[in-house]
């Protein structure tokens, strides 16, 4: 494995301690995805920097306007000219409505492009997710992309709602008031510039020190969501084995974990603010002690001293506010690192740069195939060959683990072999585009997944353009249009989650109306039958005929009664083929596996 992939998906996992190295290329590629973010909105952000300046520009007039008031105007106005006061209370006026004016106008503009951002991210995150390969999401639990999609969005919806309008403003502020300070008085303002240099240092320690800290925030929450969802998806398992008292400790337990990093977080930026507050009141008393001495000394105008001091205040304002910004990026940091760690993670099973189209037919060759699910895991299919001509229905057999429902997934493309190649009607899997695969193999596994909504529209989903007429007729083809009609409101009845309306075995059957539908070239049937009953599994075995008539078909079952429907059996074990015949012909040899597995089968009957 190359150093890229290997740290490509660190912040997808919940990694809470990094190397220096990492963390630097964690940091880049936060700051690459935050750019390709920002990017489309570049020139309403330019529009808004320019608003921002123009609102620090008025707020920074207030002051200067002041002194003048008070060394120029109030003398002028006592010797009778008003003159120059009155500009100075208009000004002032006009600049405190300019202010306000243009930082409405900003917070609006920046809110807007902040919410747009969060949409483009969302649709990023969700889209990306779906692209990602199966076996992505077979180690990468729901929980984490729930947390990706929902905390630590949110987190980055907290910097972009106000903590952009701070950084400006800070920023410009402490700018353009140091400008101003020097501009007034060297001494003094070199006095104030003099502090820097203590906020500098504690400033870095909090970045450094909350940055780390929200590292561990962000993988504990997504910890607690993962334990949440989980327990949620498996309430009757949990009901039903009285695990409730293990899930509270563990939920105490992460918790416990968050509760303590969030307290580390809020000690670090407590510390921050207190230190920068007595860094500013240091300098305040310092100002106000040699600017008194050199206005009684007569080297200093008490209106600049005002000035100066007003100005002061509002220095050191903002650096609250930027411990508050500083602390929601570093928070954002960490939320952007376990976002762009799923960003970038890539398809195992991508699509081709040229893709070849799928000609008619539906024949299946596995060329010398081996195949394991990970480089450290041991080989599941060694060398495996078998050829599938069009329109056979073969049964795979075997004890569990042996290697069928590998089998099944590769002819599904859910993973690519680790060698050789496996080819639908001649074409190699790796080269036919994503979307046509799947309207040219359909798979019914056990436990076929219902979304909320109809029964209609779970049996459309793989031709949402079917109409009312194709999909009753594909629901009567495997009987189960009787038991959809017999429902409260039919074919519109709503399944609910997962479909908990229907028994699984009625859940079964609209997976088979839905591949019916489908109509594709492959079917495959990974234990589809395991959950009916002995009359449902009746009427899908009538149906299956209709089903299975004209297409190929890989059929997986345990239920000898559905593997007996196919025109070839194969027996697999560790990965091979033992045994490969009609039915009748490895019953008939009477010493094999399948022909061992039938009489046990027929002996259950009696």
């Known amino acids: 494995m190359s150093d890229e992939e290997s740290w490509r998906g660190v912040a997808a996992e919940d990694t ?23 990017r489309p909105h570049l020139w309403r952000c330019l529009f808004a920097v320019a608003i921002v300046v123009a609102q620090n520009a008025a707020a920074l007039v207030g002051p200067l306007l002041i002194a003048i008031a008070i060394d120029d105007g109030i003398p002028s106005a006592v010797d009778g000219h008003t003159a120059t006061l009155a500009w100075c209370v208009g000004g002032y006026v006009v600049s405190a409505f300019a202010n306000s004016g243009l930082l409405l106008t900003f917070q609006r503009l920046s809110t807007r492009i902040g919410q747009d951002v969060l949409l483009d991210l969302r649709e990023r995150i969700f889209r990306h997710a779906q ?44 700018g353009g008031v140091g400008t101003m300070m020097l501009i007034l008085d060297v001494p003094l303002g070199l006095l104030v510039m003099a502090g820097f240099v203590p906020l500098f240092l504690v400033t870095r320690w909090f970045q450094r020190s909350s940055r780390r800290t929200y590292r561990v925030t962000r993988a504990a929450i997504a910890r607690i969501i993962v334990q949440f969802v989980e327990t949620m998806n498996g309430m009757r398992a949990v009901q039903a084995f009285r695990r409730e008292s293990r899930n509270e400790s563990i939920m105490d337990s992460l918790n416990g974990r968050y509760r303590d990093a969030d307290a580390k977080a809020y000690v670090a930026i407590a510390t921050y603010t207190a230190s920068v507050r007595a860094i500013g009141n240091l300098s305040l008393a310092l100002v106000l002690g040699i600017g008194a001495w050199r206005v009684t000394g007569g080297t200093l105008e008490i209106g600049v001293l005002t000035a100066f001091t007003l100005y002061l205040r509002r220095f050191y304002d903002p650096l609250d506010d930027l411990a508050m910004v500083t602390n929601s990026y570093a928070s954002a940091s960490a939320a952007l690192e376990k976002i762009s760690g799923v960003l970038e993670e890539a398809p195992s099973v991508p699509d081709p740069t040229t893709p070849k189209k799928l000609p008619k037919g539906g024949g299946i060759v596995f060329d010398n195939v081996e195949f394991h699910y990970g480089p450290d895991t041991p080989v599941v299919l060694p060398a495996f060959d078998l050829t599938i001509p069009p329109g056979q229905t073969v049964a795979l057999v075997g ?13 599904a493309r859910f993973y690519d072999p680790s060698t050789g190649a496996v080819r639908l009607s001649g074409v190699d899997l790796r080269d036919v585009t994503d979307n046509e695969l799947r309207q040219r193999v359909v798979m019914v596994t056990q ?10 529209d779970n049996i459309a989903l793989g031709r949402p353009d079917a109409t009312r007429a194709e999909i009753e007729s594909a629901a009567a083809a495997v009987g189960a249009h009787e038991f959809i009609v017999a429902l409260p409101e039919g074919y519109d009845t709503d399944v609910r989650k997962r479909g908990g309306r229907l028994s699984a075995g009625q859940r079964q059957l609209v997976a088979f109306s839905r591949a019916f539908l489908a109509d594709p070239t492959v079917l495959v049937l990974d234990e589809a039958t395991s959950s009916l009953d002995v009359p449902g599994e009746r009427a899908v075995q009538a149906a299956l005929e209709t089903v299975l008539a004209d297409r190929t078909a890989l059929i997986i079952a345990h239920r000898l ?9 194969l027996v697999i074990d560790n990965g091979r083929i033992a045994e490969d015949g009609t039915p009748d012909e490895l019953i008939a040899a009477g010493n094999g596996e399948f022909a061992t597995l039938h009489q046990a089968w027929v002996d259950s009957l009696v």
């Open 16 to 38: 809470d301690e990094l190397d220096s190295q990492v963390r630097v290329r964690l940091q880049a590629r936060s700051r690459r995805l935050l750019g390709s973010l920002l």
């Open 131 to 174: 692209r990602l390969s199966l076996s992505f999401h077979e180690s990468y639990t729901s929980g984490k992309i729930i947390s990706r999609l929902t905390a630590d969005v949110d987190t980055i919806n907290d910097l972009l709602d106000d903590g952009l309008n701070k950084l400006f403003n800070a920023v410009l502020t402490v």
């Open 399 to 411: 004890a569990t683990g042996a290697g069928k429902s590998t089998v099944a997934k590769l002819v």
């Open 447 to 456: 436990e076929n997944f219902l979304f909320a909504g109809s029964v209609a």
């Open 561 to 569: 009664s559905t593997v007996l429907i196919a025109d070839r059996v």
